[in-house]
């Protein structure tokens, strides 16, 4: 079995392990636990020699809780990679990574806003609250590691704008976040359905340019207080920088 490389799921007690069919393994004498932060450490460990892959899945989503590995492995490797991270070549290596990918972020958020620009097509006479509404969106769904349908690359960018817009109208718009939804199978489904054609239907208006009170619209009003709270948090911050007054002395009692 140690020769074997597995996923594998959290064991009932300290060093054991679940295989996929329920078979319960004791992690072999010798290997640690090589825990989730360092990819590169990782990849060369799992790239080495046998390694079995700690997965827990709660919900939808998966965490990676570590990999088990030969001791010898993980630190001979971990070693290797210390000493090579202290060269001056990887340093300049990875000022260049760097670089790149704020470079890709830079070029992906402004194709990002200009495809959800796309999607709205607002009637002229709206093209101010388009422009505030995709950057709305924008700034939420695109920052790296938001874990937003806007980072996913399975599906066409022109989804992900969409998908992204109806996103945020519902939790900005609507009162979904409050809402108490049984715990019925669909049920959650089926009220995000709703909130989803609720929310076209208001995006529509705009596409036709109909009439809209923005004391009244949700949408303009969510938008308003998002300036507010940007603007509220720009003030404190430039009250924060200010220096401080000095206080005049407090004279002292005969």
């Not at 594998?8 to 679940?18: A, C, H, I, Q």
């Not at 295989?19 to 450490?41: F, I, K």
């Not at 806003?113 to 097509?121: D, K, N, Q, Y």
Request: aromatic share 6%; glycine share 6%.
């Amino acid at each position: 079995m140690p020769d074997q490389t597995r996923i594998v799921r959290p064991g009932p007690s300290e060093r054991t392990v679940r295989t996929e069919q329920g078979e319960v393994l004791t992690v072999p004498e010798g290997w640690s636990l090589l825990e989730p932060g360092d990819p590169g450490l990782t990849r060369r460990v799992k790239a080495d020699g046998p390694s079995w892959t700690v997965q827990e899945k709660r919900g939808r989503k998966i965490f990676t809780r570590g990999v088990w590995a030969p001791t010898e492995t993980i630190e001979t490797i971990r070693q290797d990679l210390q000493d090579e991270r202290a060269t001056p070549q990887y340093a300049r290596k990875r000022a260049a990574d760097v670089a790149r990918r704020e470079r890709e972020q830079q070029e992906y958020v402004g194709e990002f806003r200009e495809t959800v620009l796309a999607f709205l097509a607002f009637h002229p006479q709206y093209a101010e609250v388009a422009g505030r509404l995709a950057d709305a969106v924008t700034a939420h769904a695109t920052p790296v590691g938001s874990g937003t349908v806007a980072r996913t690359e399975r599906i066409p960018v022109e989804e992900r704008a969409e998908a992204a817009v109806i996103a945020w109208m519902r939790h900005q718009t609507t009162a979904y976040d409050r809402m108490s939804i049984p715990r019925v199978k669909g049920m959650r489904r089926d009220v995000r359905r709703m909130l989803a054609q609720r929310s076209k239907t208001l995006l529509e208006s705009y596409r036709r340019g109909l009439l809209v009170d923005p004391m009244l619209c949700p949408l303009q009003r969510a938008l308003a207080k998002g300036n507010s709270a940007a603007a509220s948090g720009s003030a404190n911050s430039a009250n924060a920088a200010q220096p401080t007054a000095e206080r005049p002395p407090i004279a002292e009692s005969a």
